[in-house]
């Protein structure tokens, strides 16, 4: 979480910003959209689950993989830390600490296997939003929004990657009943992994984070970025 910075601006104004790009690539400088490693790196914790699941091959590290990432690194720490008064003199009059009672423990043993872990992350996607408000620390309740909206659109992005239908099946029975024949039938969308089925991207989580309580958050740089 460390690489996860704050500046204050001479308005007073909090910007964050990630750090520590070593290992990033610039996108328009690679040859494909293919990942540039055959490894699945990454700190267990804040990994994707599908970088995590043992019955996939071959994926390909996508956008919302990141965000993901940035999921479980807003959940870890609204629920394993507290503020606590610095005994600094100069700097913050205030710093984070682990709480005398984090959850989501076993998120961090070593001796958990990826497969666990893959499992462990798809339940508490799924868990009722009254279980996560549950887990988040006193001292951030004001995130509970953002962590059971955020949840909430995993949860549905996993529903619709389970309801997609086997492209077997469409192959041996086509796209289903003719719409001009029954009116009171719309065309689902198809399901697409590049964005869990639209659930997750860079504007559901724009839309989700744009407001804390009742400020609206600023953007230092509003990109028009796709998805």
Known sequence: MSNIMYRVDENSDCFGVPNDFNLASLRED???????????????PF??????????????HLYRHDLESLFYVLVMFVVRHKIVN????DGPAYAIHLADNPQLEAWFDAKKRWEDLHATKTTFCMKKPAVVKAMIQP???????????????FRK???????????????MFG????????????????????????????????????????ER???????????
Do not use: H
């Open 217 to 227: 958050l600023k953007l230092r740089y509003n990109y028009d970025i796709r998805p």
């Open 157 to 171: 992005g996993l529903n619709a990657r389970d309801e997609e239908e086997p492209e077997e099946l469409r192959t």
């Open 47 to 60: 990994m994707a689950m599908d970088l995590q699941d043992p019955d996939t091959k071959d994926v390909r």
């Open 86 to 89: 610095s005994k600094k003199r």
């Open 30 to 44: 690679l040859e494909s959209d293919t990942a540039t490693s055959s490894q699945r790196t990454g700190t267990p």
């Open 139 to 153: 001292d951030f309740k004001c995130f509970e929004p953002w962590v059971t909206q955020l949840k909430s659109l």
């Open 175 to 214: 796209d289903g009943p003719d719409i001009d024949e029954e009116p009171n039938m719309k065309p689902k969308a198809r399901y697409t992994e590049e964005t869990m089925g639209d659930y997750i991207t860079y504007r559901t989580f724009e839309r989700v984070m744009m407001r804390l309580g009742r």
